[in-house]
């Protein structure tokens, strides 16, 4: 029998054909660059597990977000390494704690060119290493931590953020926060929400990045999602656009994109997810060793962010993907 063949080959035939008719394509605006910002040093400092990645100085920092500037990137999202850390964080609300001089310098470089995000945790700053204040046998203080990221999120805001991103997990942290800017008057401050975030062995690299380490050997768990499920994603993200969230993120990304499709279909508001440390260091080290050609493989995994439905996307790849573009 003698019947047409369909010819899906017809249009994958030249580079031209396949552009036009690309379903997805990445754009530098469509990209968050996380960066990191030290206190009390002179010269950036390489972080060791995370290749072409630096702790910067409050000088280099303007130098390194000039360029994604002129790289199109669409935001920034800065943590900050305090040179002291305490048993409450202070620095992470100090007036001149390092996030909030590194947003007043960038604030006076760029004005609102360029979108500028505050990671709103503790982590970075307490010396315990956990997302919170720890009650007196040794747990996570979900209360009381929620009055400390309110007055976070009030020295950012002043500071010159547009975004606040809240991502320690405590239960009202959105609420909370939105409910201490509209108070003081920072009613345009929007929030992110690390809505979904999991516990998980892929934010390795980052704690080098940022010097944590847990006490006592310790974990994530009882204030991160478990691994193993996904309905508990859309009830976090429901919960967190019930308390004032404008956007809401999904952490990791690429292990996580069921996660972030389901996300996609569920709500209307715009979805980020965050390709994080481990899933970056991964691709370096293979590509370090000849195994796999990385900047092929990062653009093929940020796409596949993309098409689960990630409008945003955090990636420590941001510029090598926005340099390629050009
Ligand atoms: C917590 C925070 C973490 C990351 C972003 N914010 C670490 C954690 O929850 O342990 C991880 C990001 C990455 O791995 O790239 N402030």
Redesign the pocket.
């Known amino acids: 029998m003698n019947f047409p063949q369909r010819r899906m080959r017809r249009l994958r035939r030249t580079p031209a054909l396949r552009r036009l008719v690309a379903e997805h394509r990445l754009h530098p605006s469509d990209f968050i660059a996380?960066l990191f910002v030290r206190e009390g040093i002179d010269e950036p400092r390489p972080i060791v597990s995370m290749p072409g990645q630096f702790q910067h100085t409050r000088q280099s920092l303007r130098a390194e977000v000039a360029e994604l500037h002129t790289l199109g990137i669409g935001a920034v999202v800065l943590?900050g390494v305090p040179e002291h850390k305490d048993h409450a964080g202070s620095q992470a609300w100090d007036p001149d704690g390092i996030v909030q001089a590194a947003l007043a310098d960038l604030r006076s470089d760029f004005g609102d060119g360029i979108v500028l995000i505050a990671?709103l945790?503790m982590?970075?700053y307490t010396d315990h290493g956990h997302?919170g204040v720890l009650d007196s046998r040794g747990g996570v203080d979900n209360d009381t931590t929620l009055e400390i990221y309110a007055r976070i999120a009030l020295a950012q805001a002043t500071a010159g953020a547009d975004i606040v991103a809240p991502?320690?997990m405590m239960d009202g942290q959105v609420g909370a926060i939105r409910g201490a800017l509209d108070g003081s008057g920072f009613t345009q401050t929007a929030i992110l929400a690390?809505s979904a975030?999991y516990a998980t062995a892929?934010?390795?690299?980052?704690?080098d990045?940022?010097d944590?380490t847990i006490a006592g050997g310790g974990d994530?768990r009882t204030y991160?999602q478990d691994v193993a499920g996904a309905r508990e994603a859309l009830e976090e993200i429901r919960l967190d656009l019930a308390e004032g969230a404008d956007m809401v993120m999904v952490?990791?990304a690429l292990a996580f994109l069921d996660v972030i499709s389901e996300a996609r279909r569920t709500f209307d508001v715009p979805v980020a997810a965050?390709h994080?440390?481990?899933e970056?260091s991964m691709v370096c080290a293979a590509a370090e060793r000849g195994w796999l050609d990385g900047d092929a493989v990062a653009h093929e995994h940020v796409l596949a962010i993309r098409r689960a439905g990630a409008d945003v996307v955090l990636t420590?790849f941001a510029r090598r993907l926005a340099e390629a573009m050009q």
């Open positions: 996380p943590f990671d945790c982590d970075e997302c991502s320690g690390y975030k892929l934010y390795g690299p980052f704690r990045a940022v944590v994530r991160q952490k990791p965050y994080v440390s481990g970056y420590y």
